[in-house]
T-cell receptor, first 114, second 115 residues
Framework: DTGVSQDPRHKITKRGQNVTFRCDPI?????LYWYRQTLGQGPEFLTYFQNEAQLEKSRLLSDRFSAERPKGSFSTLEIQRTEQGDSAMYLCASSLVQRRDEQFFGPGTRLTVL | AQKVTQAQTEISVVEKEDVTLDCVYETRDTTYYLFWYKQPPSGELVFLIR??????QNEISGRYSWNFQKSTSSFNFTITASQVVDSAVYFC????????????FGTGTKLQVIP
């Protein structure tokens, strides 16, 4: 396992459709984070999990967004009824509780909503 | 509230020149971490350095060096003898040392190194 992986890398969808992204963290990492990055901006925190528990959600995470990490390993981020404003890069990161200061990022999923 | 300001939106330098990327931060936390990340065109964020607020010693790693000045709330990053491979967007970031350590990023500085 060489790092955090995300799938798909790119997603183009029409407004109103639902999309789901997957993140596979580094295998021994128990913390997993989702960030959103829009063009010309730095990543913004969305939510994080410790094992399977979702412990914090940003107010950026509207009701149309839901994230899960059912077995404490991979995570999914679903966006329902996508809007053009959802177009962004969605980044996943993972870390060890013992070294939570160092988050390792995946390559991201770039979402384009037409 | 936490805030990270990277006033330089884009910088262009000629290869082998030195370049400094500025970072100014705001936080009410008494202890915190500061970070620099590199984001090449591929999109993946690459961790470069973490600095604990207790440690104000400057650090050098190869061609990279970091100047942390708590008195001015700055954490600047210098690349010596820049190379084309250094071309990327660089993000400065901040997190508290407690809790779940939500990381707050700056808006990034795009560095272009011209051959």
């Amino acid at each position: 396992d060489t790092g955090v992986s995300q799938d798909p890398r790119h997603k183009i969808t029409k407004r109103g459709q639902n999309v789901t992204f997957r993140c596979d963290p580094i295998s021994e990492h128990n913390r997993l984070y989702w960030y959103r990055q829009t063009l010309g901006q730095g990543p913004e925190f969305l939510t994080y999990f410790q094992n399977e528990a979702q412990l914090e959600k940003s107010r950026l995470l509207s009701d149309r967004f839901s994230a899960e990490r059912p077995k404490g390993s991979f995570s999914t981020l679903e966006i329902q009824r996508t809007e053009q404003g959802d177009s962004a890069m969605y980044l996943c990161a993972s870390s060890l509780v013992q070294r939570r200061d160092e988050q390792f990022f995946g390559p991201g999923t770039r979402l384009t909503v037409l | 509230a936490q805030k990270v300001t990277q006033a330089q939106t884009e910088i262009s330098v000629v290869e082998k020149e030195d370049v400094t990327l500025d970072c100014v931060y705001e936080t009410r936390d008494t202890t915190y971490y500061l970070f620099w990340y590199k984001q090449p065109p591929s999109g993946e964020l690459v961790f470069l350095i973490r600095r604990n607020s207790f440690d104000e010693q400057n650090e050098i790693s190869g061609r990279y060096s970091w100047n942390f000045q708590k008195s001015t709330s700055s954490f600047n990053f210098t690349i010596t003898a820049s190379q084309v491979v250094d071309s990327a967007v660089y993000f400065c970031a901040l997190s508290p040392t407690g809790g779940y350590q939500k990381v707050t990023f700056g808006t990034g500085t795009k560095l272009q190194v011209i051959p």
